[in-house]
């Protein structure tokens, strides 16, 4: 069998986590911490395209690797345009709307564009895989009740097509002919509902939408966000904290941190307890709900991200889904694997890699 080195570069607000792979064997994988003094000095995400990839470079060089043996780099797609799920090559459209930031800003917006530079002084192909805008949305579930506000649809969808993969190959099945609802719990959180390989419903996991989560609001009654936005209290960027980086376990207990949580719930802090079980109360609350629009047939229900590390946070939870499905457990991310799994696909021949539209034409 052909062997393929592939470098993959998954970054994060914080960090930018990288790997080496020969076909599915890791060769290495690093998370290289970024202090803030060293992101914060850059006004967009986008300036912090060069300082990541010399970091990247140095990490690799320290490591051993030699770049000019890899077969292809692969990044973590960022808020581009919606797109279905799958293997993309990075193309000139697609390095414009990272670029910009065409869906906002987000530390994986850098991704495409990295593996792109590296990809092309080496002269071989570079790729983003399941980025989260994957939008496979059926159309009964874009509708709001706004229509100036239709729902979309940005969710983990690299680690949630990941596991979905996984708990259907653990059922005895292809991801193709399964039904599963796929949540993802970490800093934040969606539930998806896959049929037949797409991702047809789930809750917009970025701006305001589904369960709160360690640092995000989730659905707030929308009267009273509306009062608030004009109560001249506060301004756009204070009110978006709320929702997206200071909402959630941030708002009520200071901390993103579960584990923190969890000690001060065994220390009998009655306002922690509250506010964790009533985010467990939330996910079930969704998981219910995308449970209908698979109409009850669900072949199982696969819980993943950090927060599924938590024992009796699943139970919290599981004890409220349990008639549904059986509930599988996956802790933790598989993002650097999931990458590499997609690039793959592609070298392999499995799958044709797909062309990000130019939508300017
Ligand atoms: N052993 C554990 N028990 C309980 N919670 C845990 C454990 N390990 C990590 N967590 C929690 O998981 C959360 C982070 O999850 P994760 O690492 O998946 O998020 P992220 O990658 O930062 O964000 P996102 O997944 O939204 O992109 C934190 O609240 C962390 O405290
Ligand atoms: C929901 C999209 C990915 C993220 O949490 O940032």
Known sequence: MQLNRILVINPGSTSTKIGVFDNELVVLEKTIRHKPEEVNQYKRIIDQYEFRKQVILS???EEGINISKLSAVCGRGGLLRPIEGGTYEVNEAMIEDLKEGYNGEHASNLGGIIASEIAKGLNIGAYIVDPVVVDELHDLARISGVPEIPRKSIFHALNQKAVARRAAKDL???YKESRLLVTHMGGGITVGAHVNGRVIDVNNGLHGDGPFSPERAGTVPAGDLVSLC???????????KKLVGQGGLMAYL???????VENMVE???????LVYDAM???IAKEIGSMSVVLEGKVDAIALTGGLAYGKAFISEISKRIDWIADVLVYPGENELEALNEGTLRV???????KQYPNFVE
Not at 230 to 240: A, I
């Open 267 to 273: 220390h009998g802090d009655k306002k922690a307890k």
């Open 254 to 260: 200071d901390t993103n941190d579960a584990v923190e």
């Open 280 to 282: 467990a109360y939330q």
């Open 347 to 353: 070298l392999q021949n499995e799958e044709i890699p």
């Open 230 to 240: 004009y109560s001249g209290q506060l301004y756009r960027d204070e009110v978006m």
């Open 59 to 61: 990490v690799l060089d």
């Open 172 to 174: 005895g099945q292809t």
